[in-house]
Protein backbone atom coordinates (compact mmCIF):
# COMPACT_ATOMS: atom_id res chain seq x y z
CA UNK A 1 0.00 0.00 0.00
CA UNK A 2 1.02 3.88 -0.50
CA UNK A 3 0.78 4.76 3.04
CA UNK A 4 2.74 2.03 4.21
CA UNK A 5 5.65 2.76 1.25
CA UNK A 6 5.70 6.74 2.29
CA UNK A 7 5.92 5.41 5.81
CA UNK A 8 8.89 3.09 4.91
CA UNK A 9 10.00 6.24 2.75
CA UNK A 10 10.07 8.22 6.19
CA UNK A 11 11.77 6.12 8.57
CA UNK A 12 14.74 5.46 5.67
CA UNK A 13 15.28 9.20 5.85
CA UNK A 14 15.20 9.79 9.39
CA UNK A 15 17.52 6.66 10.09
CA UNK A 16 19.65 7.35 7.18
CA UNK A 17 19.91 10.52 6.54
CA UNK A 18 20.29 11.25 2.74
CA UNK A 19 19.71 8.11 0.54
CA UNK A 20 20.13 7.43 -3.23
CA UNK A 21 16.46 7.25 -4.92
CA UNK A 22 17.44 4.20 -6.69
CA UNK A 23 18.65 2.21 -3.24
CA UNK A 24 15.18 3.27 -1.74
CA UNK A 25 13.61 1.70 -5.25
CA UNK A 26 15.15 -1.28 -4.27
CA UNK A 27 14.45 -1.87 -0.79
CA UNK A 28 10.92 -0.84 -1.42
CA UNK A 29 10.74 -2.82 -4.63
CA UNK A 30 9.15 -0.05 -7.08
CA UNK A 31 10.92 1.97 -9.55
CA UNK A 32 12.76 4.78 -9.69
CA UNK A 33 10.09 7.25 -10.69
CA UNK A 34 7.25 5.73 -8.21
CA UNK A 35 10.29 6.90 -5.62
CA UNK A 36 9.78 10.30 -7.19
CA UNK A 37 6.62 10.57 -6.77
CA UNK A 38 6.06 9.19 -3.39
CA UNK A 39 8.32 12.34 -2.08
CA UNK A 40 6.15 14.43 -4.02
CA UNK A 41 3.36 13.35 -1.68
CA UNK A 42 5.52 13.51 1.38
CA UNK A 43 6.10 17.39 0.67
CA UNK A 44 2.46 17.80 -0.52
CA UNK A 45 1.38 16.48 3.07
CA UNK A 46 3.99 19.10 5.01
CA UNK A 47 6.76 16.56 5.12
CA UNK A 48 10.51 18.95 4.52
CA UNK A 49 12.03 16.60 2.09
CA UNK A 50 14.14 17.45 -0.80
CA UNK A 51 15.68 16.06 -3.49
CA UNK A 52 19.24 16.70 -4.50
CA UNK A 53 20.60 15.17 -8.17
CA UNK A 54 23.97 14.79 -8.83
CA UNK A 55 26.90 12.18 -7.77
CA UNK A 56 26.74 12.65 -4.16
CA UNK A 57 23.21 13.95 -3.86
CA UNK A 58 19.84 12.00 -2.67
CA UNK A 59 16.47 12.37 -0.73
CA UNK A 60 17.03 13.58 2.71
CA UNK A 61 14.62 15.35 5.57
CA UNK A 62 15.57 19.20 6.33
CA UNK A 63 18.39 19.31 9.56
CA UNK A 64 16.35 19.15 12.80
CA UNK A 65 13.18 17.40 11.38
CA UNK A 66 11.50 14.59 13.70
CA UNK A 67 8.40 12.55 13.97
CA UNK A 68 7.24 10.02 16.44
CA UNK A 69 5.78 7.68 14.32
CA UNK A 70 3.37 4.91 15.65
CA UNK A 71 1.75 3.37 12.80
CA UNK A 72 2.18 -0.14 12.94
CA UNK A 73 0.22 -2.96 12.42
CA UNK A 74 -0.66 -5.65 14.86
CA UNK A 75 1.07 -8.22 12.80
CA UNK A 76 4.50 -5.75 13.22
CA UNK A 77 3.46 -4.69 16.59
CA UNK A 78 4.02 -9.04 17.45
CA UNK A 79 7.41 -9.06 15.31
CA UNK A 80 8.92 -6.78 17.64
CA UNK A 81 8.13 -8.86 20.64
CA UNK A 82 9.53 -12.38 18.80
CA UNK A 83 13.23 -12.09 19.53
CA UNK A 84 15.56 -14.83 18.88
CA UNK A 85 18.13 -15.38 21.40
CA UNK A 86 18.35 -13.01 24.20
CA UNK A 87 22.09 -14.79 24.79
CA UNK A 88 22.95 -13.42 21.25
CA UNK A 89 22.31 -9.82 23.26
CA UNK A 90 23.68 -10.78 26.68
CA UNK A 91 27.45 -11.21 25.26
CA UNK A 92 27.16 -8.45 23.49
CA UNK A 93 26.18 -6.23 26.75
CA UNK A 94 22.86 -5.14 25.31
CA UNK A 95 20.61 -7.41 27.43
CA UNK A 96 19.94 -4.03 29.70
CA UNK A 97 19.27 -2.06 26.81
CA UNK A 98 17.17 -4.37 24.81
CA UNK A 99 14.71 -4.38 27.94
CA UNK A 100 14.36 -0.99 28.07
CA UNK A 101 13.74 -0.35 23.90
CA UNK A 102 11.21 -2.52 24.34
CA UNK A 103 9.45 -1.22 27.21
CA UNK A 104 9.68 2.10 24.92
CA UNK A 105 8.73 0.48 22.16
CA UNK A 106 5.86 -1.27 24.06
CA UNK A 107 4.31 2.65 25.18
CA UNK A 108 4.77 4.02 21.64
CA UNK A 109 2.62 1.25 20.36
CA UNK A 110 -0.96 2.19 19.72
CA UNK A 111 -2.87 1.36 22.11
CA UNK A 112 -5.06 -1.57 20.19
CA UNK A 113 -1.65 -3.69 20.13
CA UNK A 114 -0.57 -3.67 23.02
CA UNK A 115 -2.00 -6.19 24.60
CA UNK A 116 -1.46 -8.81 21.69
CA UNK A 117 2.26 -7.92 21.77
CA UNK A 118 2.88 -8.11 25.56
CA UNK A 119 1.09 -11.47 25.22
CA UNK A 120 3.34 -12.32 22.21
CA UNK A 121 6.10 -11.81 24.45
CA UNK A 122 4.81 -13.88 27.25
CA UNK A 123 3.73 -16.64 25.16
CA UNK A 124 6.42 -16.91 22.48
CA UNK A 125 10.51 -17.95 23.41
CA UNK A 126 12.87 -18.50 20.74
CA UNK A 127 15.80 -20.44 22.23
CA UNK A 128 18.52 -21.07 19.42
CA UNK A 129 20.93 -23.05 21.02
CA UNK A 130 21.04 -26.96 20.73
CA UNK A 131 19.70 -29.10 23.16
CA UNK A 132 22.92 -30.98 25.49
CA UNK A 133 25.19 -28.31 23.93
CA UNK A 134 26.99 -28.82 26.85
CA UNK A 135 29.10 -26.37 28.36
CA UNK A 136 30.14 -23.43 26.18
CA UNK A 137 33.86 -21.96 26.39
CA UNK A 138 33.52 -18.15 27.23
CA UNK A 139 33.99 -15.55 24.61
CA UNK A 140 35.27 -11.76 24.88
CA UNK A 141 33.51 -10.38 22.35
CA UNK A 142 34.14 -6.83 23.30
CA UNK A 143 37.51 -6.35 21.00
CA UNK A 144 35.91 -8.19 18.04
CA UNK A 145 32.82 -5.49 18.40
CA UNK A 146 35.37 -2.84 18.52
CA UNK A 147 36.89 -3.66 14.84
CA UNK A 148 33.80 -4.31 13.47
CA UNK A 149 31.76 -1.10 14.50
CA UNK A 150 34.85 0.75 14.31
CA UNK A 151 35.91 -0.69 10.84
CA UNK A 152 39.64 -1.32 12.17
CA UNK A 153 41.80 -4.25 10.99
CA UNK A 154 42.52 -7.09 13.42
CA UNK A 155 45.37 -8.95 14.46
CA UNK A 156 44.08 -12.77 15.48
CA UNK A 157 46.10 -15.52 17.65
CA UNK A 158 43.52 -18.39 16.68
CA UNK A 159 43.42 -21.92 16.88
CA UNK A 160 41.93 -23.88 14.70
CA UNK A 161 40.57 -26.85 14.47
CA UNK A 162 43.19 -29.53 14.72
CA UNK A 163 45.84 -27.41 15.54
CA UNK A 164 47.66 -27.86 18.94
CA UNK A 165 49.10 -24.03 19.08
CA UNK A 166 47.44 -20.56 17.76
CA UNK A 167 48.26 -19.17 15.20
CA UNK A 168 47.88 -15.09 13.86
CA UNK A 169 46.04 -13.39 11.74
CA UNK A 170 45.84 -9.81 10.60
CA UNK A 171 41.75 -9.72 9.16
CA UNK A 172 39.39 -7.16 7.68
CA UNK A 173 36.13 -8.08 9.61
CA UNK A 174 32.71 -7.91 8.49
CA UNK A 175 30.82 -8.29 11.49
CA UNK A 176 29.85 -11.05 13.79
CA UNK A 177 27.06 -13.89 13.24
CA UNK A 178 25.21 -15.93 16.18
CA UNK A 179 24.80 -19.14 14.57
CA UNK A 180 22.88 -21.91 17.04
CA UNK A 181 24.88 -20.32 19.94
CA UNK A 182 28.11 -19.93 18.58
CA UNK A 183 29.42 -16.60 17.59
CA UNK A 184 31.97 -16.16 14.60
CA UNK A 185 33.56 -13.51 13.11
CA UNK A 186 33.29 -13.20 9.11
CA UNK A 187 36.26 -11.69 8.10
CA UNK A 188 39.05 -11.49 4.85
CA UNK A 189 42.11 -12.70 5.38
CA UNK A 190 44.57 -11.78 2.18
CA UNK A 191 41.32 -10.61 -0.10
CA UNK A 192 39.20 -14.20 0.82
CA UNK A 193 35.93 -14.70 3.04
CA UNK A 194 37.09 -16.56 6.27
CA UNK A 195 35.23 -17.72 9.36
CA UNK A 196 36.87 -17.02 12.97
CA UNK A 197 34.95 -18.69 15.58
CA UNK A 198 34.76 -16.45 18.35
CA UNK A 199 35.84 -19.51 21.43
CA UNK A 200 38.69 -20.35 19.42
CA UNK A 201 40.16 -16.49 19.45
CA UNK A 202 42.91 -16.43 22.03
CA UNK A 203 43.51 -13.05 21.66
CA UNK A 204 42.51 -10.16 19.37
CA UNK A 205 44.24 -6.31 18.88
CA UNK A 206 42.54 -3.76 17.03
CA UNK A 207 44.82 -2.62 14.81
CA UNK A 208 45.31 1.59 14.09
CA UNK A 209 44.88 0.18 10.22
CA UNK A 210 41.40 1.03 8.70
CA UNK A 211 39.62 -1.85 7.35
CA UNK A 212 40.35 -3.29 4.20
CA UNK A 213 36.74 -4.92 2.55
CA UNK A 214 36.36 -6.06 -0.72
CA UNK A 215 34.16 -3.04 -2.72
CA UNK A 216 30.46 -4.07 -2.62
CA UNK A 217 30.54 -6.92 -0.29
CA UNK A 218 28.47 -6.52 3.12
CA UNK A 219 28.06 -8.78 5.88
CA UNK A 220 25.21 -10.59 4.51
CA UNK A 221 27.30 -11.12 0.90
CA UNK A 222 30.26 -12.66 2.66
CA UNK A 223 28.01 -14.80 5.09
CA UNK A 224 26.51 -16.22 2.11
CA UNK A 225 29.41 -17.28 0.73
CA UNK A 226 30.58 -19.15 3.49
CA UNK A 227 27.52 -20.56 4.59
CA UNK A 228 27.16 -21.94 1.20
CA UNK A 229 30.95 -23.53 1.64
CA UNK A 230 29.88 -25.04 5.11
CA UNK A 231 26.46 -26.65 3.86
CA UNK A 232 27.57 -27.65 0.32
CA UNK A 233 31.21 -29.69 1.46
CA UNK A 234 30.84 -32.87 -0.44
CA UNK A 235 30.36 -35.88 1.86
CA UNK A 236 32.89 -38.40 2.69
CA UNK A 237 30.70 -41.21 2.97
CA UNK A 238 27.38 -42.66 2.72
CA UNK A 239 26.08 -45.00 5.29
CA UNK A 240 22.92 -47.09 5.41
CA UNK A 241 21.79 -48.32 9.30
CA UNK A 242 18.87 -49.58 10.32
CA UNK A 243 17.89 -49.35 13.64
CA UNK A 244 15.94 -50.67 16.61
CA UNK A 245 12.49 -48.92 16.84
CA UNK A 246 12.80 -48.61 20.75
CA UNK A 247 15.83 -46.53 20.06
CA UNK A 248 14.75 -44.31 17.41
CA UNK A 249 14.26 -41.03 19.36
CA UNK A 250 17.72 -41.12 20.82
CA UNK A 251 19.03 -42.11 17.05
CA UNK A 252 18.01 -38.91 15.78
CA UNK A 253 18.71 -36.51 18.07
CA UNK A 254 22.36 -38.21 18.19
CA UNK A 255 22.34 -38.02 14.60
CA UNK A 256 21.07 -35.39 13.22
CA UNK A 257 23.90 -33.23 11.87
CA UNK A 258 24.66 -36.70 9.70
CA UNK A 259 21.05 -37.75 8.80
CA UNK A 260 20.53 -37.51 5.19
CA UNK A 261 17.36 -39.92 4.99
CA UNK A 262 14.27 -39.87 7.39
CA UNK A 263 14.40 -43.39 8.63
CA UNK A 264 11.26 -45.91 7.08
CA UNK A 265 10.21 -49.16 8.07
CA UNK A 266 12.03 -52.23 6.35
CA UNK A 267 11.89 -55.85 5.29
CA UNK A 268 13.88 -56.87 8.79
CA UNK A 269 9.86 -56.43 10.48
CA UNK A 270 8.46 -53.88 12.70
CA UNK A 271 11.24 -53.47 15.39
CA UNK A 272 14.58 -52.45 13.08
CA UNK A 273 13.74 -48.64 10.38
CA UNK A 274 16.76 -48.32 7.48
CA UNK A 275 18.31 -44.66 7.89
CA UNK A 276 20.92 -43.07 5.57
CA UNK A 277 23.81 -40.53 7.29
CA UNK A 278 26.55 -38.96 5.70
CA UNK A 279 30.23 -38.80 7.23
CA UNK A 280 32.80 -37.04 6.34
CA UNK A 281 35.14 -39.94 7.16
CA UNK A 282 35.38 -43.80 7.37
CA UNK A 283 36.71 -43.30 11.15
CA UNK A 284 34.11 -40.27 12.00
CA UNK A 285 31.11 -43.21 11.89
CA UNK A 286 32.72 -44.75 15.20
CA UNK A 287 29.77 -42.34 16.59
CA UNK A 288 27.67 -44.92 15.89
CA UNK A 289 29.31 -47.61 18.69
CA UNK A 290 27.71 -45.30 21.29
CA UNK A 291 24.25 -47.25 19.79
CA UNK A 292 25.74 -50.84 21.01
CA UNK A 293 23.44 -53.31 19.21
CA UNK A 294 20.72 -51.43 18.38
CA UNK A 295 22.17 -49.81 15.44
CA UNK A 296 23.32 -52.07 12.73
CA UNK A 297 25.49 -50.99 9.88
CA UNK A 298 24.58 -52.18 6.55
CA UNK A 299 26.51 -50.49 3.62
CA UNK A 300 29.13 -49.62 2.77
CA UNK A 301 31.46 -52.95 4.29
CA UNK A 302 34.79 -50.34 4.80
CA UNK A 303 32.83 -48.80 8.02
CA UNK A 304 31.55 -52.25 9.06
CA UNK A 305 35.10 -53.40 8.68
CA UNK A 306 36.16 -50.23 11.10
CA UNK A 307 33.19 -50.65 13.48
CA UNK A 308 34.51 -54.41 13.83
CA UNK A 309 37.88 -53.45 14.71
CA UNK A 310 36.86 -50.36 16.96
CA UNK A 311 34.60 -53.05 19.29
CA UNK A 312 37.65 -55.93 19.03
CA UNK A 313 39.96 -52.90 20.61
CA UNK A 314 37.63 -52.15 23.20
CA UNK A 315 36.68 -55.47 24.25
CA UNK A 316 40.50 -56.46 24.33
CA UNK A 317 40.89 -53.36 26.25
CA UNK A 318 38.83 -54.74 29.31
CA UNK A 319 39.53 -57.95 29.02
CA UNK A 320 39.97 -59.49 32.65
CA UNK A 321 44.07 -59.53 34.10
CA UNK A 322 45.23 -63.35 34.60
CA UNK A 323 43.80 -64.51 37.95
CA UNK A 324 41.18 -61.70 38.26
CA UNK A 325 37.58 -64.25 38.95
CA UNK A 326 35.08 -62.76 36.47
CA UNK A 327 32.52 -60.72 37.75
CA UNK A 328 28.79 -61.66 38.12
CA UNK A 329 26.81 -59.37 36.37
CA UNK A 330 23.59 -61.07 37.21
CA UNK A 331 22.97 -59.22 40.50
CA UNK A 332 20.05 -61.02 42.79
CA UNK A 333 20.39 -64.23 41.24
CA UNK A 334 19.63 -67.19 43.42
CA UNK A 335 22.76 -69.45 43.85
Not at 41 to 51: D, F, H, N, T
Not at 64 to 83: H, N, P, Q
Not at 116 to 128: C, K
Amino acid sequence: MKSDRLLSILLLLQTRGRVPAPELAERLEVSVRTIYRDIEALSASGVPVYAERGRHGGIALLPGFRTDVTGLTADESRALFILAAEGAHAALGLDAALGSALRKVMAALPAPHRPAAEVTSRRILVDATRWKGGPQPAVDLDTLQDAVFTDRRLRLRYRHSGDPEPTTHTVDPYGLVAKAGVWYLVADRRGRPRLFRADRVRSATVLDDPVRRRPGVELADAWEVLRRQVEERPAGVDVTVRVRRERLDMFLRMSAPALVELPEGDSHGDDWVTARLSYPSVPATRQLLAFSDRVEVLAPPQVREELRAAAASVTELYQPDEGTPPVNTQAGTAS
